[in-house]
């Protein structure tokens, strides 16, 4: 099953940098088969932000997939107090691009791109 898997930076209120705001966000995608599995990924992915987090900080920016998000800081872990994340399964099948290019499915089925 897939899930994304959003990661929440909370800033130290007296180290916050002036604009910041008080939570920062970074978005994973995961797929695992089991919730064993999906912990294992989560604590995995969690290790990427020992030294802080890349985020934006415009999440709109994101929105739009056809254009790069050159929007981002790195945010140091000595201005984090803590990290959380939240799980959402995504329904549906994620598409998936092979090393040749080629998208598709994990249950077989190309895509077609008009």
């Known amino acids: 099953?897939?899930?994304?898997?959003?990661?929440?930076?909370?800033?130290?209120?007296?180290?916050?940098?002036?604009?910041?705001?008080?939570?920062?966000?970074?978005?994973?995608?995961?797929?695992?088969?089991?919730?064993?599995?999906?912990?294992?990924?989560?604590n995995n992915e969690s290790k990427k932000y020992l030294f802080g987090m890349s985020v934006t900080l415009n999440p709109q920016a994101m929105l739009d997939t056809q254009k790069a998000d050159t929007?981002?800081?790195?945010?140091?872990?000595?201005?984090?107090?803590?990290?959380?994340?939240?799980?959402?399964?995504?329904?549906?099948?994620v598409p998936m691009v092979a090393d040749d290019g080629r998208v598709y499915l994990n249950s077989g089925k190309d895509i077609v791109i008009h």
Do not use: C, W
């Open 1 to 42: 099953m897939d899930y994304l898997v959003r990661f929440f930076g909370h800033l130290d209120k007296f180290r916050r940098p002036a604009g910041f705001p008080d939570v920062v966000s970074d978005d994973v995608f995961v797929r695992v088969n089991n919730a064993q599995d999906l912990v294992q990924a989560i």
């Open 71 to 93: 929007n981002r800081v790195f945010v140091y872990s000595s201005i984090l107090t803590h990290i959380t994340f939240s799980i959402k399964p995504l329904q549906g099948e």
